[in-house]
Each structure stands twice: as C-alpha cells, then as structure tokens.
T-cell receptor, first 112, second 117 residues
C-alpha cells in the first residue's frame, strides 16, 4: 500500500504486507531527516534517520528514501506487524538547529 | 537509565487557571526542548533550553507562556490564565548535545495532555 496527502492520511495494510509512507518536506535547505513512530497516548519514538548526502538508508525492516529534487521522503516498512500500527511522522532539520519541523503524519493501521 | 519523565500525564484546568508541566531529562542530558501537539497534527517547536538558559523561544506564544530549566530540578513549562485553545499534548525531549543531527540519543517523553474546561 502507498499513501500520499496533506491531512493526516490513513493507510490500511494487511499484516505481512509492505507499507510505504510518504512525506513532503518544506525546506530545500534541510539536511537531516528523521522518521518517528507515535503510538496512541505516547511520545514520538525514533525509527530511522537520513542525511541529505544519502538517498537511501536501511534499518531493521525499515528503509528510508530521500529525493531532494522533489523534497520527498518515504518510509518503507517490510512485512508489517500489528505492533506497527501507529502514526508516523517525518521531521526535518537544518544544520542541527534546535528545531525539528514535523510533518502532519500518516496513520498506519494493520489488518489481521 | 530512566527515560524522559513528564508529569503529570494528564492535567485538567479551568479557564483562567495556571498550568505547570514538568520535564525531567534523561541522566546526563543538559538540553531540553518543548513541543506542542494539537489533535491530528504534528509536533510544533516551542522552546529550547539549556541549564539556566533559554536558547531559543521562537515558538513560544508571546503572552502567558514561559519556560525554565533551573540548575537543579526539572524543566517547567508554565501557562498562565489558560484558555480552551491551550488544550493539547505537550512533549519535551532531552539530548546530550545541542544538535539533533549528531546524536540519535535525543528522546521524547510521554507527554502531558492538558485539557482546559
């Protein structure tokens, strides 16, 4: 499944399928990006990060892709599990500055 | 090593009262950030503090909001004369470094959910 959108889009996938969550960031000068997972009632949890000198980075079951030309990030989650159900946010940062600028988020729901 | 501790987890205040939100950073972390999250939205930066210093408060509303991070004790976000629009989740994060891109050890707390009635 794949989601795009600007207003907290919702993505529903079957357990075991791959998920792709997209994010359009705002500042072409941003050079560091983070994906966070936020479960209901909890704080954001770091998933994976990527610097602007890379276009792909892989973690455990997750891959982040960065396309600087169109200011686009994606998070791919392989073999989704029920525990992956959450809201996912991308965040951008410029030269380590104090502010992280968060996108609006995508709600991922895993169907059994 | 306990994570970032925020209390209370839930806070209900009547309009016009004061709200005090506390954030105890992780051990060894001297950099604290406060963010606000409205329902169905991302987090918005409010303020960045180091011990006894406010470094960047560009995201703080000009009135009624203040923050401190004393030499001893937790960081406090204070909201005076609360209004319904202040209802939100308030998160703090702490870090051992001033830069987000150096350390992946910056962690967020579980947040305080403020409801103004």
């Amino acid at each position: 499944g794949e989601s795009v959108g600007l207003h907290l889009p919702t993505l529903s996938v079957q357990e075991g399928d791959n998920s792709i969550i997209n994010c359009a960031y705002s500042n072409s000068a941003s050079d560091y990006f983070i994906w966070y997972k936020q479960e209901s009632g909890k704080g954001p949890q770091f998933i994976i990060d990527i610097r602007s000198n890379m276009d792909k980075r892989q973690g455990q079951r997750v891959t982040v892709l960065l396309n600087k030309t169109v200011k686009h990030l994606s998070l791919q989650i392989a073999a989704t599990q029920p525990g992956d159900s959450a809201v996912y946010f991308c965040a951008e940062n410029y030269q380590g500055a104090q502010k992280l600028v968060f996108g609006q988020g995508t709600r991922l729901t895993i169907n059994p | 090593n306990a994570g970032v501790m925020q209390n209370p987890r839930h806070l209900v205040r009547r309009r016009g009262q004061e709200a005090r939100l506390r954030c105890s950073p992780m051990k060894g972390h001297s950099h604290v950030y406060w963010y606000r999250q409205l329902p169905e939205e991302g987090l918005k930066f409010m303020v960045y503090l180091q011990k006894e210093n406010i470094i960047d408060e560009s995201g703080m509303p000009k009135e009624r909001f203040s923050a401190e991070f004393p030499k001893e004790g937790p960081s406090i976000l204070r909201i005076q004369q609360v209004v319904r629009g202040d209802s939100a989740a308030y998160f703090c994060a702490s870090s051992p470094t001033p830069r987000w891109d150096i350390s992946t050890e910056a962690f967020f707390g579980q947040g305080t959910r403020l409801t103004v009635v």
